[in-house]
T-cell receptor, first 110, second 115 residues
Framework: EDKVVQSPLSLVVHEGDTVTLNCSYE??????LLWYKQEKKAPTFLFML????IEKKSGRLSSILDKKELSSILNITATQTGDSAIYLC??????????FGTGTSLTVIP | SAVISQKPSRDICQRGTSLTIQCQVD?????MFWYRQQPGQSLTLIAT?????????ESGFVIDKFPISRPNLTFSTLTVSNMSPEDSSIYLC????????????FGPGTRLLVL
């Protein structure tokens, strides 16, 4: 059965800390892995990863995929209170099927 | 990117009743989906809303419980029928364009509480 597992489930850090969120998957016919940030209700897109070892970066956020280990990490450096959210990992299969992990709830304390 | 709106944004309903959630997109989109996010859980795909034909449901979801309409390329509805407290959840409409997975966008969601 296909599954996507994220860790940790929740995390509380202080402003300025660096965090690493993990996503591992067991999905047949993998196409891509996506990271979303969910504040309040609607998830917003962060990154799409298709190739192993190529880091994608956006400001203080970066992510990389390891297809051999079937995993991905999302790094956030110099965290701010505005980074508090649920971070969702999703894996895309053919036919526009997306499997989501349960998310990591990040709380950044001032 | 597509701009998606949902109505209602939230509702409190009595068990045994039904609620219809509307999803409106500001442009014609190829694909529309309905997801559910139960408390403390991740997003689970309910169905793909097909324009002009019956929706395609995922395992564990059936048309009698979650009838879906998609009369055109910009609008869809999801009805949660004969509700029970277990249906309390956030329901999200999503769209995707032809192309990569990064073209998937989510609506603001409808928070439903069933008493």
């Amino acid at each position: 059965e296909d599954k996507v597992v994220q860790s940790p489930l929740s995390l509380v850090v202080h402003e300025g800390d660096t965090v690493t969120l993990n996503c591992s998957y067991e999905v047949t016919n993998f196409r891509s892995l996506l990271w979303y940030k969910q504040e309040k209700k609607a998830p917003t897109f962060l990154f799409m990863l298709t190739s192993s070892g190529i880091e994608k970066k956006s400001g203080r956020l970066s992510s990389i995929l390891d297809k051999k280990e079937l995993s991905s990490i999302l790094n956030i450096t110099a965290t701010q209170t505005g980074d508090s959210a649920i971070y969702l990992c999703a894996v895309e299969r053919p036919g526009n099927q997306f499997y989501f992990g349960t998310g990591t709830s990040l709380t950044v304390i001032p | 990117s597509a701009v998606i709106s949902q109505k209602p944004s939230r509702d409190i309903c009595q068990r045994g009743t039904s609620l219809t959630i509307q999803c409106q997109v500001d442009s014609q989109v190829t694909m529309m989906f309905w997801y559910r996010q139960q408390p403390g859980q991740s997003l689970t795909l309910i169905a793909t809303a097909n324009q002009g034909s019956e929706a395609t449901y995922e395992s564990g979801f059936v048309i009698d419980k979650f009838p879906i309409s998609r009369p055109n390329l910009t609008f869809s509805t999801l009805t949660v029928s004969n509700m029970s407290p277990e249906d309390s959840s956030i329901y999200l409409c999503s769209t995707k364009e032809a192309g990569g997975a990064e073209t998937q966008y989510f609506g603001p969601g409808t928070r439903l509480l069933v008493l």
